[in-house]
């Protein structure tokens, strides 16, 4: 693993010096017995003493069984210290080489430690919820051993005459235990063939094999009565402690966040500390009764015996309480996860290995409409619409990396399919083998439908800024040509060429309103109102729609009325109103073969002006006439309408304190529109000026089309108005302290300080000069509601120059 790459060579080189300088130390001093025996001493405890630094330092690394492996290893070396330094007491002070002491104990229990620790099965995970039962478990086995090392070690040696026999039978068994336990290490390395543990089962299995090999030479040394400290038959010891060592340093990490959940293991049989905990009384009265050595001797082992059971009984005691409350918990928290499972709103769906469902939660069964017992008996191949290269596809990534995160297309009971947003991981055993998968799933059929509702606002809104901007390019060419041929017909009044004249700036007004139209749709227009005359709104509507009705075979009829309907609205809401029931209408007549009429009119009611829209189509029923202004609400088919168009329609009058209703029309439908009469303010002279004898007036028109400009000035000045021109807001900042402005004409898009910056600047050098700004533009809504506030005017372009004449009376005292 990169984690450890670094660590082995550098170790390496560390163990080989050691080995080099304790052969160098051991053979520099044949002469001098006390210095051998201190030099081969110190390096025996330090070479026990590396493999305790190592686990210590890196214990903070491991966790649950795997932290508890290794530190019955440091445990294991605290006792091997122990025992030696006894050993090396009686070698250096006491001049005796003692193998049947007390200390024999301590070393016999180092050498059987690792082996019991393999009880921990590291490899399996951490399973720190198995943690206190197998703790137990290891302290039973220990106390076994120390019980039978005690028992056929110490108790024997109290015999001088069977000392040398205890102590052949003492190297046997020592080897023994190293043979036993290199047994066991490779099959543990075998049993974790696939997991990061094996290199370290096969490290600690390397150094056992060292040792077990230079161990029988040593040991001949010993029934020679040749061996001494300090000698290369040290390296039985030191040869497994540095791979002990090594191997503590490369053991890979407890996993805290794995990818794949772990599942929790049942705790382990509790036959792991029942066995060894009976087996004491077993062996030790059995051997009183069947092998007896004397009195004395059997009365201590009877003693022996008795106090190791007893601490036995307790381990078990324990034992079996650790495993209730285990249990509890466990039982509690898979009732916690269970409820929790069964109450989430996301999905949840468990798949065994073969493909079949282990469990489903109760919002998987909604969302599907199956029953729990007809889910049970399924595949997954039944519940999905997904192909089998998909489900081999997510099979393989989750073996690889752990977790599959995407979009699966799943059946419901009835046939139909949705899409679910899906969370796909395994779970192991502690083994490390799948043995289930486990689906985290949520319906997305609302949040794609928001999101493709989002992304078709974002393409209205790229198309209305395209169409706003071609709109204000395409107004300024409309806005001369209209301006001029108004000239035109003023100075030629008799001219043989009028009406051609009179169908230019017709065909133009047409075009403008075309644009006008367009820019309602596809953006809000501004909140600002100004006078309008209802009729000629109605009739720029029916004209745009009229030659497609004509295709149609839609026959239309009009009835305006004779005099001017001034309302004050705002233009693009009305007209959208006055489109929408032509919609409406046609729709209604066009599902007559026959085809049929729409018809229009307009006229004064009191204190309103009325709209109405007939055809001659099959009418609304009884049934629907109180819901067809509702939201959302159409009698068209799919994909034909919204049923916004009413509601909005609806919505626009009511905002003009007026009304929209449904008539009785005996055939067919008929919807009024009625708006308030708006009758405007004349400004009354000033007492003592005579009436029409006003000073000449100054406008200022400010705008960057020189066309433009010029025609507005013509304009101003056939009605009375000195006018100065700017081409920039800059400019027309450095008139402002020059005169004093009845009238100023602004565009709102220029370069530099554009019109609402400069409405904003002529209101604080001058309010009442801010009161007779008009702005000019194109596009409507990119007037901003601040420059709105006061009583600056809207002139849309293309404007005629009856509009302009409106506006004059509104902006301009007379």
């Given at each position: ?5 670094p660590?082995?060579?550098r170790?390496l ?14 053979w520099?001093?044949?002469?001098y017995?006390?210095?051998r025996?201190?030099?081969?001493n ?8 590396i ?6 330092r890196?214990r ?7 932290r ?5 290893f ?6 091997w210290?122990?025992?030696h ?8 002070i006491?001049?005796?080489?003692s ?14 430690t ?7 099965r ?9 943690l ?16 039978l ?6 108790v ?6 069977a000392?040398?026999q205890?102590?052949t039978?003492?190297l046997?068994?020592?080897q ?19 997991s990061?543990?094996r ?6 299995a ?5 040792g ?10 010993i ?28 053991a ?10 772990e599942l929790p293991?049942?705790?382990s049989?509790?036959?792991f500390s ?10 030790g ?7 007896p ?5 059997d ?11 007893v ?17 509890q ?13 069964e ?12 493909g079949?469902?282990e469990h ?13 017992a ?18 081999r ?17 799943r059946?419901r009971?009835g046939?139909s ?11 192991r055993?502690s083994a490390?083998?799948?043995?289930h ?12 439908r928001?999101r493709?509702?989002?992304?078709h ?29 108004e000239?035109?017909l003023?100075?030629?009044s008799g ?5 051609d004249?009179?169908?230019v700036?017709?065909?133009a ?11 309602s ?5 501004s909140?600002d ?8 709104i109605?009739?720029?509507?029916v004209?745009?729609?009229e ?6 075979n ?11 309907l ?5 233009r693009?809401?009305?007209q959208?109103?006055?489109?929408n029931l032509?919609?409406n209408?046609?729709?209604?007549v066009?599902?007559s073969?026959?085809g ?9 009611d ?7 829209v ?22 068209k088919e799919?994909?034909e ?15 003009h304190?007026?009304?929209l ?19 405007e303010?004349r400004t009354?002279?000033s007492?003592g ?12 028109v ?6 433009i400009?010029?025609?507005l000035?013509r304009?101003?000045e056939?009605?009375g108005?000195?006018?100065l ?5 800059e400019r027309?900042?450095?008139l ?15 370069p530099?300080?554009d ?13 009442a000069?801010?009161?007779h ?12 509601r601040?420059?709105l506030?006061?009583?600056?005017a809207v002139?849309?372009k293309p404007f ?15």
């Open positions: 693993m990169a984690f450890h790459s660590v082995r060579p170790y080189a560390i163990a080989l010096a050691y080995l080099a300088l304790y052969g160098i130390a051991g520099a001093h044949p002469s017995p006390f210095a025996a201190l030099a081969g110190i390096g025996l405890l330090s070479a026990a003493g493999v305790v630094a190592v686990v210590w890196r903070r690394s491991w966790a649950g069984c795997q508890l492996f290794w530190d019955m440091a445990i294991g070396m605290t006792f210290i122990i025992g330094l006894g050993w090396a007491f009686d070698e250096m006491r001049k005796e080489q193998w049947l002491q007390w200390h024999t104990v301590f070393s016999l229990c180092a050498g059987i690792p082996l019991i620790a393999l009880l921990a590291p490899h399996r995970g951490t399973r720190t919820h198995a206190a039962t197998t703790a137990v478990d290891l302290a039973a086995s220990g106390l076994l051993v120390l019980f090392y005690s028992y056929f070690v110490l024997p040696s109290l015999v001088p005459s000392r040398d205890a102590q039978k003492l046997l068994l020592i023994a235990n190293r043979l036993l336990l290199l047994a066991g290490l490779v099959v543990a390395a075998w049993f974790a063939r696939r990061d543990w290199s370290t089962y096969v490290r600690l390397a150094g056992v094999a060292i077990f090999i230079v161990r029988i030479a040593a040991s001949l040394a029934t020679r009565g040749e061996y001494y400290s300090g000698t290369p038959y040290d390296f039985a010891w030191i040869a497994p402690w540095l791979f002990y060592a090594w191997a503590a340093l490369e890979p990490p407890s996993r805290r966040t794995d990818d794949a959940i293991e049942p705790p049989p509790v036959a029942v066995v060894p905990v009976l087996t004491i009384p077993v062996i009265y059995g051997m009183v009764a069947f092998g050595l004397g009195v004395p001797l009365s201590f082992r009877t003693l022996l015996t008795s106090m190791t059971t601490g036995g009984l307790a381990l078990l005691t324990l034992r079996l309480s650790a495993q209730r409350g285990a249990l918990r466990a039982d509690a928290r898979l009732k916690l996860l269970a409820s929790a499972t109450r989430t709103g996301d999905m949840i769906l468990i798949i065994r290995e073969d079949g469902i489903a939660n109760d919002a998987f069964l909604r969302t599907t409409g199956y029953t729990r007809e889910i049970e008996h399924f595949g997954i191949a039944e519940l999905g619409a997904t192909s089998a290269e998909l489900r596809e997510i099979t393989a990534t989750v073996r690889e990396t752990g977790r599959w995160r995407g979009t699966l297309l059946r009971k046939g399919t949705f899409p679910s947003a899906c969370t796909i991981a395994a779970l055993n490390g083998r799948i043995t998968y486990v689906g985290v799933e949520r319906d997305i059929s609302e949040e794609l928001l493709d509702q989002l992304v606002s974002e393409r209205l809104s790229a198309i209305g800024e395209l169409v706003a901007g071609v709109a204000h390019e395409i107004n300024n060419p409309l806005q001369t040509i209209v301006g001029c041929v000239l035109m003023d100075d030629r001219a043989t060429n009028r009406r004249l009179e169908t700036r017709r065909e007004a047409r075009a403008g309103q075309i644009v006008r139209n367009l820019l749709f596809v953006r809000r227009g909140t109102r100004a006078a309008a005359d209802l009729t000629q109605v009739r720029a509507t004209e745009l729609r030659y497609h009705l004509h295709l149609r839609i026959k239309v009829e009009t009835a305006y009325a004779g005099v001017p001034p309302v004050l609205v705002n693009d809401e009305i959208q109103v006055i489109l032509l919609l209408a046609e729709h209604a066009a599902s073969a026959e049929g009429t729409i018809r229009i009119a307009t006229a004064p009191g204190a309103h002006h009325i709209v109405e007939a055809d001659t189509g099959p009418g609304v029923s009884a049934e629907l006439r109180g819901r067809i202004f509702e939201p959302f609400f159409t009698t799919v994909g309408g919204t049923g916004l168009g009413l509601s909005i329609s609806h919505g626009i009058a009511s905002a304190d007026g009304s209703e449904l008539r009785d029309a005996g055939v067919g439908a008929c919807f009024r529109l009625m708006l308030p009469a708006y009758q303010e009354v002279p007492p000026e005579p009436e029409g004898a006003a000073d000449v007036r100054c406008a200022l400010v705008d960057d089309e020189e066309p400009r010029r025609l000035g304009l101003l056939r009605r108005f000195e006018v021109e700017a081409d920039t807001g027309a900042l450095e402002a302290p020059t005169r004093r402005f009845s009238l100023v004409i602004c565009d709102i898009r220029m530099g300080i019109g609402n910056e400069l409405h904003r600047r002529f209101a604080e050098m001058d309010p000069a801010a009161r700004f008009v702005f000019i533009t194109g596009d409507t809504t990119a007037v901003q601040v420059s506030s006061g009583s600056a002139l849309p005629t120059a009856a509009d302009l004449d409106a506006v004059l009376a509104r902006v301009v005292k007379a």
